[in-house]
């Protein structure tokens, strides 16, 4: 995916870029790369590939919900910035927070957000769990993109989402992950609103974004039997 084929898609998913956060993206891409001949941030260094499997990939959980609302935001397991960079460039007013539990990853993510000048981001060294006893129910959103299983994924995500509010994790192919899940969704509370699936283009991979809502305890709205939620078209 060239640069312009990146513009012109998010164009789709209803987002203009300007001229900085053109900018911004180039500049993250050359640090990427610099970076990763260092330490292994990513197996994917060629231009077209990150703007494809990293920048656009991080960029399809637009499909999800309206984040001209969101407000704050938790990228969990964020490792190379992924999604959580990428949305800081989109949505500038966004308070967002990276959690990754290696130091390495962390200082590049410093670098990053020195270099790009983002404000309103914070990098957290800390391992998920640990992370969530501090910040319960603190974001609107919570994401991770292919980070452990769903099952493990809830346990980490969903003590930190507010009530009503989302966790919505971005994965590939996840039709056992989702079913072995169940129970772990109806004891954290999480309700499924909806499963968007799509193939991500040019490589025509497979990808799939869940939007599980947190409800609150006494008002659970989950179908008592899983096999009653179903796939909402986008």
């Not at 292994?40 to 060629?46: D, F, K, S």
């Not at 460039?89 to 990276?98: A, E, G, K, R, V």
């Amino acid at each position: 995916m060239t640069e312009h084929e990146f513009i012109k898609e998010l164009s789709i998913l209803g987002i203009e870029l300007s001229e900085l956060q053109r900018k911004q993206f180039h500049m993250y891409y050359e640090l990427l790369v610099e970076w990763n001949q260092k330490m292994n941030l990513t197996g994917i260094t060629e231009e077209s590939q990150v703007y494809l499997k990293h920048f656009y990939d991080s960029a399809t959980i637009l499909k999800a919900i309206d984040f001209h609302e969101v407000t704050t935001l938790c990228d969990v397991g964020t490792g190379a910035g992924f999604p959580g960079i990428v949305l800081k460039i989109l949505f500038p007013d966004m308070q967002i927070s990276l959690v990754d539990s290696l130091q390495k990853r962390i200082t590049f993510l410093d670098e990053v957000i020195q270099k790009l000048e983002l404000k309103k981001i914070k990098t957290y060294h800390a391992r998920a769990e640990d992370f969530a006893k501090e910040h319960r129910e603190s974001f609107d959103v919570v994401t991770a993109r292919a980070v452990a299983p769903l099952s493990i994924l809830m346990e980490y995500c969903m003590p930190l989402v507010k009530i009503n509010k989302y966790f919505i994790p971005l994965k590939g192919n996840i039709s056992q992950e989702l079913e072995e899940s169940k129970k772990a969704m109806e004891i954290l509370h999480g309700y499924l609103e909806k499963e968007i699936s799509f193939l991500l283009p040019k490589e025509q991979s497979n990808r799939t974004i869940l939007v599980i809502k947190k409800q609150e305890k006494t008002s659970l709205k989950y179908p008592r039997k899983y096999s009653e939620i179903k796939k909402k078209p986008l």
